[in-house]
């Protein structure tokens, strides 16, 4: 029972570049989320999704781009790294937003 | 837009003493849910409040929800060194959309043994 899956666990970009995260589920949950994680900021929605091919804007949209083509999915893109977005990402599920299952968390720094 | 306060930023007990942490919101929620995250780990649910004035036990933790339902805590009665983490409170606006959490900012806890 994996639960949560988040690929990659680690990366490290240049400025300018591109990449996927991507969220696995296998809980058949319908919502979907994912947030970002800085020291002294807490946890802060960037998108999320309340079913398959649905997406919504959380409070920190800005410079990234998500699809949930299937429901077990929800993949969370960066089409031009920024310094800024040096961040940890976690990607969480929920049955109908009660207690949310998040993933172990992607490290991504951006130079 | 929804805002929810968690104080204290940090709190470092001894092993042994008890701790608390409170939540306030700006608005009045629906529920409001509680995580732990170890350091280097990600947030573990620990429970969910939805009654006005709600008391929750899971062994030394105890959780309140305000008869406003504005405002929470967590306490734990003699700390344990296994209790070390980051504690975050999350609450879903009343009348809003419930798969939509607005998180604290937590309280991190370090207890010395």
């Known amino acids: 029972n994996a639960g949560v899956t988040q690929t990659p666990k680690f990366r490290v970009l240049k400025t300018g570049q591109s990449m996927t995260l991507l969220c696995a589920q296998d809980m058949n949950h319908e919502y979907m989320y994912w947030y970002r994680q800085d020291p002294g900021m807490g946890l802060r929605l960037i998108h999320y999704?309340?079913?398959?091919?649905?997406?919504a804007k959380g409070e920190v949209p800005d410079g990234y781009n998500v699809s949930r083509l299937k429901k077990q999915n929800f993949l969370l893109g960066l089409e031009s790294a920024a310094p800024s977005q040096t961040s940890v990402y976690f990607c969480?599920?929920?049955?109908?937003?009660?207690?949310?299952?998040f993933g172990s968390g992607t490290r991504l720094t951006v130079v | 837009g929804q805002q929810v306060m968690q104080i204290p930023q940090y709190q470092h007990v001894q092993e042994g003493e008890d701790f608390t942490t409170y939540c306030n919101s700006s608005t009045t929620l629906s529920n409001i849910q509680w995580y732990k995250q170890r350091p280097g780990g990600h947030p573990v649910f620990l429970i969910q409040l939805v009654k006005s004035g709600e008391v929750k036990k899971q062994k030394r933790l105890t959780f309140q929800f305000g008869e406003a339902k504005k405002n929470s805590s967590l306490h734990i009665t003699a700390t344990q060194t296994t209790d070390v983490g980051t504690y975050f409170c999350?609450?879903?606006?009343?009348?809003?959309?419930?798969?939509?959490?607005?998180f604290g900012k937590g309280t991190l806890l370090t207890v010395n043994p």
């Open positions: 969480a599920s929920s049955y109908l937003g009660y207690g949310y299952t």
């Open positions: 999350a609450g879903v606006r009343g009348g809003g959309s419930n798969y939509k959490l607005t």
């Open positions: 999704s309340v079913g398959e091919g649905t997406t």
